[in-house]
């Protein structure tokens, strides 16, 4: 290969040119050149002409040239136009891929900046021009955003996506609409009411299948736009809902997750303790009082009348807060998963070689901390010094604690969890559980049934489901089934049919990568434009 043919492979943007100099200006190369062709096409009327009216220099930047910016000082001709019939007397010639009116940057760079923009925004995106040999600011990869064309549409999609997303997180959301089948974004819809949605429908008619999630105004804008269209409510949202029911009734429960203490004979003229009231056994502390206050609150303003968003006023709590208070019979109910409020010391999982070391007569503090040193203990000599000294001062290795219960979280994910991804221990433990308590036994069996339509997309067997449901004395799944049931021609199709909302959930994870990387301060429009442009 020449060296003619290399430079034309490598930089295919001055093959059309006559280069008379190269200059290396600091950390620039400058290219000086001019045009080959000795005439040029009108670009208004097409027709062709050599007659010379006048030169100029113009000056395009390029992409770097070994990390250095380049920029061509180009000689460009203006012709005359020899059709008497154009508007234009003249004109200016263009070099074929590499430039356009009016613009100091050529096509190759231009392609690129608006690819920097699109993918990290302005502050991030100029930085890394900067360091590609292409220095500009962060208002012009705004500027270059903005002025992106609308993404080509491909017609409206068969099978449609919606879901929301925070662009102020309790304040503000917007909507963003996916095409299911092509797995990408159409569009980026600044709230999430009903009427915007539905005016999209109307404005799009066409849509066969539309996958959401169990919020009410999509649901609306839906019956209400696109009637014919068969509404599809997503499977995860349904396991996250029966998710949520089954830890209700676990809480609803709690006494029968730790082991029962055996049976002792009281002595004689000893009395049988009674068992302690739900109050006593509640977890104690500053969150627990606050808790118990709130509850206490929010009840008996329900009871004096007051609605959520009314409470939510009084006591200056957001309305999510309320109406989980609210859902809560019992205080117990919302203080169930709640721990010691203690962190686990670093020395607990090494105590048991701690005391079998000192019970082989090894009590010397340095040495037992170079043992577990070997033995991937990651914290200092001096908390097993101070733990030594307290088996020197007692004399004796404290007895090992009980095993503590399962909370109600651990529980609830053993539930929901596939039989055959559970662990021996974690299995015997569930059994032993459900052995003592019959109702959540039965919560078992349903949430196992409800996985086996899920998983053959069995949505025929859903009435059947939710009858039997009914049938047990569970109140939170029964909550549950009456939600199901007002939606129900759109859970029954999530159960049967393949379509879902996976694909929009990824859309709305990237979106929040977007908005981090733009730091909050863009306006939707140019979060709309790289949403819609973004790989």
């Not at 859309?507 to 709309?528: E, F, S, W």
């Amino acid at each position: 290969m020449s060296i003619t043919e290399l430079l034309t492979v490598l930089f295919p943007q001055l093959a059309c040119l006559c280069v008379e100099r190269v200059l290396a200006v600091g950390r620039s190369v400058r290219i000086v050149a001019r045009t080959r062709e000795p005439e040029a096409v009108c670009p208004y009327c097409g027709v062709r002409s050599d007659r010379v009216h006048s030169r100029y220099e113009r000056r395009v930047s390029d992409m770097a040239i070994s990390g250095r910016e380049t920029l061509i000082q180009l000689q460009v001709r203006r012709f005359f136009c020899g059709n008497d019939g154009c508007e234009r007397k003249t004109f200016a010639e263009q070099v074929p891929g590499l430039t356009v009116r009016y613009d100091r940057r050529s096509l190759g760079l231009a392609a690129v900046l608006r690819a920097v923009a699109v993918a990290l925004g302005g502050r991030p995106g100029a930085r890394l021009a900067d360091r590609l040999g292409a220095a500009v600011s962060r208002m012009t990869l705004l500027r270059l955003l903005r002025g992106l064309p609308e993404p080509s549409a491909a017609g409206v999609p068969r099978v449609l996506g919606v879901d929301d997303f925070a662009l102020r997180r309790g304040h503000r959301y917007g909507t963003v609409l996916v095409d299911i089948e092509a797995g990408r974004p159409i569009e980026v819809l600044t709230d999430r009411s009903a009427d915007t949605f539905a005016a999209w429908l109307q404005a799009h008619p066409g849509v066969e299948v539309i996958c959401r999630d169990r919020a009410g105004c999509y649901a609306e804008a839906a019956t209400r736009a696109a009637p014919h269209a068969v509404q599809v409510a997503d499977r995860w949202h349904l396991w996250h809902n029966l998710g949520q029911a089954v830890e209700r009734t676990v809480a609803q429960h709690r006494g029968c997750l730790p082991e029962p203490d055996p049976p002792r004979e009281p002595d004689a003229g000893e009395q049988r303790p009674s068992a302690p009231a739900p109050a006593q056994r509640s977890a104690a502390g500053r969150l627990a009082e606050r808790t118990t206050a709130r509850h206490a609150a929010v009840h008996g303003l329900l009871a004096d009348g007051y609605g959520v968003k009314a409470i939510a006023r009084e006591l200056r709590l957001a309305r999510g807060t309320v109406r989980r208070f609210a859902r809560a019979q019992d205080v117990a109910e919302l203080l169930a998963s709640t721990g010691t409020g203690r962190r686990p010391s670093i020395l607990e999982e090494h105590k048991p070689y701690l005391h079998q070391r000192w019970n082989a007569g090894v009590t010397n503090a340095a040495t037992l901390f170079t043992e577990l040193r070997e033995k991937g203990f990651r914290g200092s000599y001096e908390t097993v010094r101070d733990y030594i000294a307290t088996l020197r001062s007692t004399g004796q290795v404290p007895a090992a604690p009980p095993p503590s219960p399962p909370t109600v979280r651990e529980t609830v994910g053993w539930i929901m969890s596939n039989p055959d991804d559970l662990d021996a221990d974690h299995e015997q433990r569930l059994a032993a559980i459900l052995g003592r308590c019959p109702r959540l036994r039965a919560a078992r069996g349903h949430v196992r049934a409800f996985a086996d339509m899920m998983n053959t997309l069995g949505g025929r067997d859903l009435e059947k489901w939710m009858t039997s449901v009914e049938a047990d004395d569970l109140p939170a799944l029964r909550s549950f089934v009456t939600g199901l049931r007002r939606d129900q021609d759109a859970v029954t199709a999530g159960l049967t049919m393949p379509w879902n909302s996976g694909p929009v959930e990824g859309h709305v994870n990237r979106i929040k990568t977007i908005k981090r990387q733009m730091y909050g301060r863009a306006n939707p429009d140019l979060l709309r434009v790289r949403v819609l442009h973004a790989d």
